[in-house]
């Protein structure tokens, strides 16, 4: 249990509600989301950006 996310309260709250209780599975079950949702707003934020440049522009 040598595991910096183990001192978040939140995390162990949520993992232990889940039944999750190996450390790898719960990085997995956290690290993918976290990656996809990270994706998909900075697609987000660029795309609003661009609209807005353009907005402004003309």
Do not use: H
């Not at 995390?11 to 999750?20: D, H, K, L, Q, Y």
Request: charged fraction near 15%; proline fraction near 2%.
């Amino acid at each position: 249990m040598d595991d910096m996310n183990l001192n978040d309260a939140y995390f162990r709250t949520i993992n232990e509600s889940m039944g999750f209780t190996d450390i790898k599975d719960q990085v997995k079950i956290w690290s993918i989301p976290s990656t996809v949702l990270w994706a998909v707003a900075t697609i987000s934020l660029l795309i609003l950006n661009g609209c807005v440049v353009k907005l402004i522009i003309i």
